[in-house]
């Protein structure tokens, strides 16, 4: 299975792991999960989200395709996160012998408004859609909350965690983001028009010129 390095040097040139994806690549579509109506802290505007969430997610994402689950958890250089860090992913897989493909590596970030020096604890882990309980992730996600994660980072100002999502096998990057939103990039635009055509008004109308320059030209 491919790494996260090699992959981004060979299809994803140029692009960082960092919100907003959006912005980074042209072949991208965002989304807005929320209908326009609801107010975002709406029990009933959150779970119709989180089902958009869920239907993006299972149309790009096939059982037989290989990825790669990021989740980056920013918090202070002097965090007790450390002290168990495999309490990140351990509820939301499966089978306990997918977590010895975890990787860990530490990233150093900038300070935070109190001058303290943040870093961003990146686990990489290589899997198939059915190792994981995808459902839980982008539900919690959709309602700000990470459970135990999220009351640990909670102790810090500005701490927080991002999941990413790739799909190895066909080169499409999925990011549900709080909001909630979703950003969808694709090496080959050919990969996501389908939902540029099946889901044309969830698309962010803020920035629907900007997508529809790129997926409703057929030359483009």
Excluded at 34 to 54: G, K, M, V, W, Y
Excluded at 81 to 89: D, I, M, S
């Amino acid at each position: 299975m491919q790494n996260l390095e090699s992959f981004f040097d060979q299809k994803f040139n140029g692009v960082t792991l960092q919100p907003p994806l959006f912005n980074s690549w042209d072949s991208a579509i965002r989304f807005d999960l929320l209908t326009p109506s609801s107010p975002i802290n709406h029990n009933d505007a959150l779970e119709h989200a989180f089902q958009r969430s869920i239907t993006l997610y299972d149309e790009v994402f096939r059982d037989e395709d290989e990825l790669l689950v990021i989740a980056d958890v920013r918090t202070t250089e002097d965090h007790l996160f450390l002290e168990e860090p495999l309490r990140v992913y351990r509820s939301y897989i499966k089978q306990e012998d997918v977590l010895t493909k975890l990787r860990h590596e530490l990233i150093p970030d900038g300070c935070n408004e109190e001058g303290e020096q943040m870093v961003v604890h990146r686990f990489t882990l290589g899997c198939r859609k059915m190792d994981i309980r995808y459902e839980l992730i982008l539900r919690e996600i959709c309602y700000k909350d990470f459970g135990e994660v999220m009351r640990q980072l909670d102790q810090k100002p500005q701490s927080g965690i991002e999941f990413y999502f790739i799909n190895l096998t066909r080169g499409i990057i999925y990011h549900l983001y709080d909001g909630p939103g979703c950003d969808v990039l694709a090496l080959k635009k050919e990969e996501i028009q389908f939902l540029y055509e099946s889901y044309n008004d969830w698309i962010r109308e803020e920035d629907r010129d900007q997508i529809d320059a790129v997926f409703s030209d057929p030359e483009s």
